[in-house]
């Protein structure tokens, strides 16, 4: 949950830094406009500090490989191979099935996830003001709880022992594997669902709430059913918004860690150790103790993250003008 | 489904008021039930646990529970709420600080370089933190700062996208003629931006407090890869450690399952004496 709100935020537009607003009291080449980067210097340290360096060092890494001389009794020592790592990982089968696996189960997730928000905050919009504060709250309840920990309590639902679930499923004689074949993605989707669909709706909803009434208010009058304004006014009014939502979700869920981690507990068989890139990054580096080749996978991924953004970014952008 | 508060023409039906009611029930059951469960885990015993249906509560056992928590390790569990805590406020407000330092710094002063610091920021925020986990472990390992509250702190300091609202409510609340005023009373910059900037953005500056002290306190991988002393874990990395104990000794279950339940209430209470700020905060960060 932690990446939720910065990866849901939208990609800041032009119009905050309109015209208008440049023409504050320093302006560019004016006495004193030096004293800004000043207050921008912490930043700026911490950036090159938490960022260029990190993105730096484990370049040079990725450079390296660790060998050992001889018939492999010998000391190992490190030794610069050059673009050997980004090779292997280029063609390493095993990540880029875990970029391609992580990727198409986000996407259907996400689709779904935001098609409940959706279809919530449709819903709240036809209920009294009371009622949606009511619902709102408790809606977002899964928000306020840490991914560790709802992560957690599914992980104990999907157990098969000592679950309600399970209990009320054998009630009506179905013996429902949480994690055999197919399954584990619906298990993983629900737990991702679950923490997503308030937040999102709270989202949604906001955007609903912007648009101009008159925009459906004629439709109403004219007699138009409720489902058939949402179809046909808000919802295309706010498609705009759920595209960018969800690409920047998208991004997001490549990243997607702790939840399988956890998970992986109690089905070990079922979420290999590379079942998403980061895991295979963590895998790689920890358990392996190969940080040279985890260090040119968490390159190689940060890359293939800038180009969707940055794909992302275009083509909202071009939506935009 | 129109209603009182849309002042629609067409009054909803019967039917269509009990289906809508209805079906937020039935999604306002599924949000709440896991929950419930953790509630309900949490007063049972290890054979409860297993023996007893867990949406209802059997024989209460949470003051054992709750005993079992705090003795175990010399009461280990309270300093991981402890780190947790002070994790999370000394990063947010470390952030925060720099955030509408930086913000403020590029919304009023036109100094060279200035339009590719935004672009920086701009890109940096749109990047996942995670990215960045493996290659700051380098680093910190590289200095031997790993194990140490600085191998979480510092990164929890430079958040661009704080940076991104600092720049967007200095804009918005800080005019430029009040800092000329100062200026002409013969007021330093950094005096402006002490007593008279600040104060005016101290709603962004909650704000942002508020968005990086909920990311910190949920932040899992920074600290996994980062701390492996027991001692400097925050509850998250806790619970999974007491996780991965369970999967060998059945009887961490019910450790953690309370445990998983206490570490919600400090960040609940949070959220909730926030609660103003953390609405408009939630649509701050996404539909700016």
């Known amino acids: 949950m932690e990446t939720s709100v910065s990866t849901l935020t939208r990609p800041p537009t032009a119009a905050t830094d309109s015209p208008v607003r440049r023409s504050s009291p320093r302006r560019a080449g004016g006495r004193g406009a030096w004293k800004g980067l000043l207050f921008a210097l912490p ?31 010998g000391p190992t020592q490190i030794v610069y191979t050059g673009f050997a790592n980004f090779g292997s990982v280029l063609t390493d089968a095993a990540f880029w099935s875990s970029m391609a696996r992580t990727l198409c189960f986000g996407t259907v997730q996400i689709a779904v996830m935001l098609g409940i928000s959706l279809f919530l905050a449709l819903l709240l919009d036809g209920v009294a003001a009371r009622a949606v504060r009511f619902f709102r709250a408790g809606l977002l309840v899964p928000y306020v709880v840490p991914t560790v920990v709802s992560s957690l309590m599914w992980l104990f639902l999907y157990s098969p022992t000592g679950s309600p679930l399970h209990d009320m499923l054998a009630r009506v004689d179905l013996d429902f594997d949480f994690f055999g074949g197919l399954n584990t993605y619906l298990s993983l989707g629900n737990l991702l669902t679950w923490q997503g669909i308030g937040f999102n709706m709270i989202l949604i909803s906001a955007s609903l709430q912007a648009l101009p009434r008159e925009l459906y208010e004629a ?103 | 489904m129109s209603s009182v508060a849309t002042g629609g023409g067409v009054r909803p039906t019967r039917r269509a008021v009990v289906l809508t009611t209805g079906l937020l029930l039935l999604f306002l059951l599924y949000s709440l039930a896991p929950t419930w469960f953790l509630i309900v885990s949490s007063t049972k015993n290890q054979t409860d646990l297993y023996s007893t249906f867990g949406l209802w509560f059997s024989s209460n056992h949470f003051g054992d529970n709750f005993q079992q928590i705090w003795q175990y ?215 700016k």
């Open chain 1, 43 to 73: 930043f700026l340290v911490g950036f090159l500090a938490t960022y260029v360096v990190p993105i730096g060092f484990a370049f040079n890494q990725s450079l390296q490989e660790k060998k050992s001389s001889g018939l492999g009794f």
């Open chain 2, 73 to 287: 390790h010399d009461g280990v569990f309270l300093r991981w709420i402890g780190n947790s805590i002070l994790y999370s406020t000394l990063g947010a407000l470390g952030s925060t600080f720099i955030s509408l330092a930086a913000g403020y710094g590029m919304a009023k002063y036109a100094f060279r370089g200035r339009g590719v610091m935004f672009a920086t920021v701009v890109g940096a925020s749109l990047l996942p933190s995670a990215l960045l986990a493996f290659p700051l472990y380098l680093v910190f390992a590289e200095i031997g700062l790993t194990n140490t509250i600085w191998a979480v702190l510092v990164p929890y300091f430079v958040n661009p996208f704080g940076v991104y609202l600092g720049k967007v409510y200095a804009d918005s609340s800080v005019p430029d003629e009040l800092m000329e005023a100062a200026r002409i009373d013969g007021a330093s910059e950094l005096r402006i931006f002490f007593s008279v900037a600040l104060r005016l953005m101290s709603t962004g500056g909650i704000t942002i407090f508020m968005l990086d002290f909920i990311g910190i306190w949920n932040n899992f991988f920074l600290p996994l890869f980062m701390l492996n002393g027991e001692r400097t874990f925050p509850v998250t990395l806790g619970l999974y450690s007491w996780l991965q104990q369970a999967q060998t000794a059945r009887d961490m279950n019910t450790l953690v399952l309370t445990g998983s339940l206490l570490s919600i209430v400090p960040l609940a209470i949070f959220m909730f004496a926030l609660q103003k700020y953390w609405r408009s905060g939630i649509l701050m960060g996404s539909l």
């Open chain 1, 219 to 321: 439709a109403r009058l004219d007699g138009a059913r409720e489902w058939r304004i949402a179809w046909s006014v808000k919802i295309p009014n706010i498609t705009g918004i759920l595209v960018l939502t969800g690409m920047f979700s998208l991004i997001g869920r490549l990243q997607l860690f702790a939840e399988p981690l956890l998970l992986r507990q109690i089905a070990p068989e079922s979420i290999n150790t590379d079942f998403t890139p980061m895991m295979e990054i963590y895998d790689k580096a920890f358990k392996a103790g190969n940080y040279q080749y985890a260090a040119a996978e968490s390159l190689v991924l940060a890359v293939v993250t800038g180009i969707l953004a940055f794909v992302f970014y275009r083509i909202t952008n071009r939506k935009m003008s």
